[in-house]
């Protein structure tokens, strides 16, 4: 099985912190992304990321950068949080561009930004 | 924009029934359809793929129905169990890029 695996399941913050969440998948795959979930809105694709070191900007990249070392590793940077952002932030993986291959969730982290 | 809609926002059915979980798309490029099942507290859960050369998938008490005609995405989950009761999402995708576009989703319960 898949196992995408987010550091944090809850984390508080204040404004103005630098925040990292970190994400980790097992199954080799190539494509990593980030999405936010708030009520109402459903999930929103944030940044992602088709190779180790490249990114690409999701619908809602403002406020966020992202990094890719590691093919396995995905990490989300608020540069400075804000209380706007809080929400639920969810990880995310899948195989080759062009493969029938769904996407594959972490179990999110509840982030609050007080 | 193009989006992926869904019909009712919670749908309620007993312990037993058959439930059936609809789902509407815009996207006539989109070649790939997935159904997800989110629990409280946790992540999207991968149930369901059917590619656009179908129009039927079955899995594990769940079948998948895809009519591009009209553009219409259904899940169906046989013998509903309590343990079935979560948020189901849709989603689309051209397989020729990376971007999924996910449905608002439907709360099923299921009543004992």
């Known amino acids: 099985d898949v196992k995408v695996t987010q550091s944090s399941r809850y984390l508080v913050k204040r404004t103005g912190e630098k925040v990292f969440l970190e994400c980790v998948q097992d199954?080799?795959?190539?494509?990593m992304f980030w999405y936010r979930q708030d009520p109402g809105l459903g999930l929103r694709l944030i940044y992602f990321?088709?190779?180790?070191?490249?990114?690409e900007k999701g619908d809602i990249p403002e406020g966020y950068s992202v990094s890719r070392e590691k093919k396995e590793r995905f990490s989300l940077i608020l540069e400075s949080a804000s209380t706007n952002q809080t929400s639920m932030y969810l990880c995310?993986?899948?195989?080759?561009?062009?493969?029938?291959?769904?996407?594959?969730f972490g179990d999110g982290t509840r982030l609050s930004i007080l | 924009g193009e989006s992926v809609g869904l019909h009712l926002p919670t749908l309620s059915v007993q312990e037993g029934d058959n439930s059936i979980i609809n789902c509407a798309y815009s996207?006539?490029?989109?070649?790939?359809f997935i159904w997800y099942k989110q629990e409280s507290g946790k992540g999207p859960q991968f149930i369901i793929d059917?590619?656009?050369?179908?129009d039927k998938r079955q899995g594990q008490r769940v079948t998948v129905l895809l009519n591009k005609t009209v553009k219409h995405l259904s899940l169906q989950i046989a013998a509903t169990q309590p343990g079935d009761s979560a948020v189901y999402f849709c989603?689309?995708?051209?397989?020729?890029?990376?971007?999924?576009?996910f449905g608002a989703g439907t709360r099923l319960f299921v009543k004992a």
């Open positions: 995310a993986s899948s195989g080759n561009r062009g493969s029938n291959q769904p996407q594959h």
């Open positions: 199954m080799d795959h190539e494509n």
């Open positions: 990321s088709y190779d180790v070191k490249m990114k």
């Open positions: 996207n006539s490029a989109s070649d790939y």
């Open positions: 059917i590619r656009s050369n179908m």
């Open positions: 989603a689309e995708r051209n397989t020729g890029g990376f971007k999924t576009i």
